[in-house]
Antibody, heavy 120, light 111 residues
Framework: QVQLQQSGPGLVKPSQTLSLTCAISGDSVSSTSAAWNWIRQSPSRGLEWLGRTYYRSKWYNDYAVSVRSRISINPDTSKNQFSLQLNSVAPEDTAVYYC??????????WGQGTMVTVSS | QSVLTQPPSVSGAPGQRVTISCTGSSSNIGAGYDVHWYQQLPGTAPKLLIYGNSNRPSGVPDRFSGSKSGTSASLAITGLQADDEADYYCQSYDSSLSGKVFGTGTKVTVL
């Protein structure tokens, strides 16, 4: 059974970097049939897809236009996990952040969610 | 922000049938991209309900069904039950944005 376990701080100061990790069990970050995504949810923006990383003979990344200049999603094959880094955060980046597995273009498994508040 | 529009709320009595619409455009649903549906109970992560327009993952009751036509898609819930009270979201891909997009969300209330 696939499980995704998120970890990371719940409070980040403005202009700093938000960093979250998603540990995978029951599947591999190097799977050639899945992709590994980050999604966030806030009352003002609803559910918002941020980006993904996936392996198809080599590693690929796709990022949402809204955060493309500030985001990095990286796999860690030694720990079977992937991470999110969002730079230069502002209060509007306050949200619940989810990691999710994408299979057949749908998000079929989700992490438990991490509430991240951007505040000084 | 969302490019997929859903009604904010729908309601029905136990046992009734309700439908939730998801309206897109020629750059997402109308372009042929698949629509997926999620159920989100309060305080929990979304759960995949329908994938590929009309397919149910293992364990999802057949009371839930999905369809797609033109630039829109729909989720139907038949035999409405109290534990169907939740928020429901559609999701697809948008070629103009080169990314995945979600609907605005619909709150289902069981009267």
């Amino acid at each position: 059974q696939v499980q995704l376990q998120q970890s990371g701080p719940g409070l980040v100061k403005p202009s700093q970097t938000l960093s979250l990790t998603c540990a995978i069990s029951g599947d591999s970050v190097s799977s050639t049939s899945a992709a590994w995504n980050w999604i966030r949810q806030s009352p003002s923006r609803g559910l918002e897809w941020l980006g993904r990383t996936y392996y198809r003979s080599k590693w690929y990344n796709d990022y949402a236009v809204s955060v493309r200049s500030r985001i990095s999603i990286n796999p860690d094959t030694s720990k079977n996990q992937f991470s999110l880094q969002l730079n230069s955060v502002a209060p509007e980046d306050t949200a619940v952040y989810y990691c999710a597995r994408e299979y057949l273009h749908a998000f079929d498994m989700w992490g438990q969610g991490t509430m991240v508040t951007v505040s000084s | 922000q969302s490019v997929l529009t859903q009604p904010p709320s729908v309601s029905g009595a136990p046992g009734q049938r309700v439908t939730i619409s998801c309206t897109g455009s020629s750059s997402n649903i109308g372009a042929g991209y698949d629509v997926h549906w999620y159920q989100q109970l309060p305080g929990t992560a979304p759960k995949l309900l329908i994938y590929g327009n009309s397919n149910r993952p293992s364990g999802v009751p057949d009371r839930f069904s999905g369809s797609k036509s033109g630039t829109s898609a729909s989720l139907a819930i038949t035999g409405l039950q109290a534990d169907d009270e939740a928020d429901y979201y559609c999701q697809s891909y948008d070629s103009s944005l080169s990314g995945k997009v979600f609907g605005t969300g619909t709150k289902v209330t069981v009267l």
